[in-house]
């Protein structure tokens, strides 16, 4: 597995597990690069279980965010 592939994998597990380690998170930021070619994208979606989330700033291409329509409208979406 390549390095960027690899980074995607760990990404994605953590997404899923923020919910339930981090319950009151406000804002988050996802660093590094997820641009991979023919990936099928970064899903924030399961981050709508965060009542609480104001921001996720992710450094990747909006065409490699998936889910964001699952956030609360109140939570701003940045790609970079």
Known sequence: MAPIEAADTVL???IRRLPLAFPGL???RFLGKFTAEG???I???PMAALPDLK???VL???GRVRGAERLPST???FCE
């Open 12 to 14: 994605r597990m953590v």
């Open 26 to 28: 406000r804002a988050c």
């Open 39 to 41: 990936d099928l994208g």
């Open 43 to 45: 899903d924030i979606g």
């Open 55 to 57: 921001e996720v700033h």
């Open 60 to 62: 990747a291409g909006r």
């Open 75 to 77: 939570t701003a979406v």
